[in-house]
C-alpha cells in the first residue's frame, strides 16, 4: 500500500473513486435527492479544486487506486474506498494517513460525517461536536455529524 499526492492527470480516479461509492453504497441509507447533493459536492470541479491545491491523495495497492482523501488544512474530507475493497482495511490506512497529514500542522482535525460514519469516527476517537442538517431538493434534508479528533 502506498499513498501518492494526487495531481490533475489523476483526477478522473479520484472522480470514479468517489461517484462509484457514492452511487453502490449510499442509496441504502439516503434519499435520492442527498445522493444528488453527495455527487455534486464531490464533483470534477470540486475534486480538481483540490488536487491543484495540493489537498487530495490517492491509495495505491497491488498496482491500482483503491481509495482517495483529502486533507484541506485540518478538515478530512472525501475519504472514499471503492465499495469492492470495503473492508480491507484501506479505510483506515486513509483515515491514519489523513490524520498524521493535519498533525503536521494542526494539533486537532475536524470532519463532517454521515450518521451510518459516525460509529467509525468515533471508534478513531472523533467527538461530535455539532449535528447539521442541510436542506436539499424535494423538502429532503441531509442530517449529519460535525466530529472533531484531538492529534497531538
Same mark, same amino acid.
Given at each position: ?57 490517492? /491509495? ?14 485540518? %478538515?478530512? =474530507? *472525501? +475519504? @472514499? ?23 503536521? /500542522? ?14 467509525? %469516527?468515533? =471508534? *478513531? +476517537? @472523533? ?23 484531538? /492529534?497531538?
Amino acid at each position: 500500500m502506498e499513498f501518492i499526492q494526487a495531481e490533475e492527470k489523476h483526477a478522473p480516479e479520484v472522480l470514479h473513486i468517489v461517484e462509484t461509492t457514492i452511487r453502490e453504497i449510499y442509496p441504502a441509507y439516503y434519499t435520492e435527492e442527498v445522493v444528488k447533493f453527495f455527487l455534486e459536492q464531490h464533483d470534477m470541479e470540486h475534486i480538481l479544486e483540490d488536487i491543484r491545491k495540493g489537498y487530495t491523495y490517492l /491509495l495505491c495497492d497491488e498496482g491500482k487506486f483503491v481509495g482517495t482523501g483529502t486533507v484541506a488544512r485540518r %478538515h478530512l =474530507k *472525501r +475519504g @472514499y474506498v471503492l465499495p469492492n475493497c470495503q473492508n480491507k482495511g484501506y479505510g483506515t490506512a486513509i483515515m491514519q494517513f489523513m490524520e498524521d497529514k493535519a498533525a503536521e /500542522l494542526f494539533k486537532d482535525a475536524v470532519i463532517e460525517t454521515s450518521l451510518p460514519g459516525c460509529i467509525f %469516527h468515533e =471508534k *478513531r +476517537g @472523533y467527538k461530535t461536536i455539532r449535528h447539521c442538517i442541510t436542506p436539499v431538493e424535494n423538502g429532503k434534508v441531509l442530517v449529519y455529524e460535525l466530529m472533531q479528533k484531538k /492529534l497531538r
